[in-house]
């Protein structure tokens, strides 16, 4: 059956920015973070083509993510590492974890696991564990694929992101490590103090700019587009949707589409959203409720109902324009999007 919305997805962008970002990253190999299904858009259809396109490295969150991805063959980390209740499926080599803790390093050891990574906590204290301890020997005789650590403030100017570098960096060579990585998107933007010997991209891989050096570098990938339910014509003085957050000053013209918040078209869209029949703008008018928005289509007299019309998604207008951050724009993208590569 065919979706009531889809999801298109532009292969060439997406291939465009990780080459795009792979160029920035020097000498440094790039991966690609495909956590949280691809960031929206799809983990399987994202991985495949950026592995086709050259990427080697892939991280995901959790388990079930890798085992999703198991039958591609593909170089995966887990950044969340290894729980108690993960280790048959770490220890068959379906992906490796990032030990992010003494307790997982020690599970580990005692499993008798072997490639891993490993995330040091060098200031945003979340994941990872402590300098002080790889200094101490915690990670002596452990097979380290790659030393991590994440930026805290990379879409800032922040001195910290200088602090966490130089906390990184006097790391090298005090593990068996065969690679360091650091860079995010935003921080692969900071330049060549950050890049270390594997980046790992996420955002800007879909079109997201988490630093303005990124403008214009990367592309949009990611457009939803909705089928009309119905069209109606609204009364001076008619209000639409919850709250009556909109109502019309003379007769108008309004098409209800079939996408709403449970879709990841939020209601900070509401009043501010815009979709386009071709190159027609048509003003988002009222609350966007769960699966339900309404536009005014005086401008597209043809437009009737089953007709498909596109909802603009370029991520930092979309962001200004929503109030949610380019993340979340991206990851909210719900499951009834019909998701069509192109």
């Given at each position: 059956?065919t979706?009531?919305?889809?999801?298109?997805?532009?292969s060439?962008?997406l291939?465009?920015?990780?080459r795009?970002?792979?160029?920035?990253?020097?000498?440094?190999?790039?991966?690609?973070?495909?956590?949280?299904?691809g960031?929206g858009?799809?983990?399987?259809?994202v991985?495949?083509?950026l592995?086709?396109a050259?990427?080697?490295?892939?991280?995901?969150?959790?388990?079930?993510?890798?085992?999703?991805?198991?039958?591609?063959?593909?170089?995966?980390?887990v950044?969340?590492?290894v729980?108690?209740?993960?280790?048959?499926?770490?220890?068959?080599?379906?992906?490796r974890?990032?030990?992010?803790?003494?307790a997982?390093v020690?599970?580990?050891r005692?499993?008798?696991?072997?490639r891993?990574?490993?995330?040091?906590?060098?200031?945003?204290?979340r994941?990872?564990?402590?300098?002080?301890?790889?200094l101490?020997?915690?990670?002596d005789?452990l097979?380290?694929?790659t030393?991590?650590?994440?930026?805290?403030?990379?879409?800032?100017d922040?001195p910290?992101?200088?602090?966490q570098?130089?906390?990184f960096?006097?790391?090298e060579g005090?593990?068996g490590?065969?690679r360091?990585?650091?860079?995010?998107?935003?921080g692969?933007?900071?330049g060549?103090?950050?890049?270390?010997d594997?980046?790992?991209?996420?955002?800007?891989?879909?079109?997201?700019?988490?630093?303005?050096?990124?403008?214009?570098?990367?592309?949009q990938?990611a457009?939803?587009?909705?089928q009309?339910?119905?069209?109606?014509?609204?009364?001076?003085g008619?209000?639409?949707g919850?709250n009556?957050?909109y109502?019309?000053?003379?007769?108008?013209e309004?098409a209800i589409?079939?996408?709403?918040?449970?879709?990841g078209?939020w209601?900070?869209?509401?009043?501010?959203?815009?979709?386009?029949?071709?190159d027609?703008?048509?003003?988002?008018?009222g609350?966007v409720?769960?699966?339900l928005?309404?536009?005014?289509?005086?401008?597209?007299?043809?437009?009737?109902?089953?007709?498909?019309v596109?909802?603009e998604?370029?991520?930092?207008?979309?962001?200004?324009?929503?109030?949610m951050?380019q993340?979340?724009?991206?990851?909210g993208l719900?499951?009834?999007?019909g998701?069509?590569w192109?």
């Amino acid at each position: 059956m065919t979706a009531p919305l889809r999801l298109r997805l532009n292969s060439h962008a997406l291939v465009a920015n990780w080459r795009a970002l792979d160029r920035m990253s020097g000498a440094a190999a790039c991966g690609a973070a495909i956590k949280a299904n691809g960031y929206g858009l799809g983990a399987r259809g994202v991985a495949s083509r950026l592995a086709e396109a050259g990427a080697r490295d892939f991280f995901v969150a959790n388990w079930a993510e890798a085992a999703a991805l198991a039958d591609l063959e593909l170089d995966v980390a887990v950044l969340h590492g290894v729980r108690a209740e993960d280790m048959a499926l770490a220890l068959s080599g379906v992906a490796r974890p990032v030990l992010n803790s003494a307790a997982q390093v020690a599970r580990w050891r005692a499993a008798g696991g072997g490639r891993c990574d490993v995330m040091v906590d060098t200031g945003i204290n979340r994941l990872g564990v402590a300098p002080r301890e790889v200094l101490e020997g915690l990670l002596d005789g452990l097979q380290i694929d790659t030393l991590l650590s994440h930026l805290a403030c990379a879409d800032d100017d922040s001195p910290l992101n200088a602090r966490q570098a130089a906390a990184f960096r006097a790391l090298e060579g005090r593990t068996g490590a065969r690679r360091l990585s650091l860079a995010n998107s935003a921080g692969i933007a900071l330049g060549p103090d950050y890049l270390f010997d594997l980046t790992r991209p996420g955002l800007a891989l879909y079109g997201g700019v988490a630093r303005g050096e990124l403008a214009g570098v990367v592309q949009q990938v990611a457009m939803p587009e909705a089928q009309i339910l119905q069209r109606r014509t609204l009364a001076a003085g008619d209000s639409i949707g919850y709250n009556a957050l909109y109502t019309a000053r003379a007769p108008m013209e309004v098409a209800i589409l079939n996408i709403g918040y449970a879709d990841g078209y939020w209601r900070g869209f509401s009043n501010h959203g815009v979709a386009r029949a071709g190159d027609i703008a048509l003003p988002v008018v009222g609350r966007v409720s769960m699966d339900l928005t309404a536009i005014a289509v005086d401008a597209a007299p043809e437009l009737r109902e089953g007709d498909w019309v596109a909802l603009e998604y370029a991520l930092p207008a979309a962001a200004a324009a929503s109030g949610m951050s380019q993340y979340e724009l991206l990851t909210g993208l719900g499951a009834r999007f019909g998701r069509v590569w192109g």
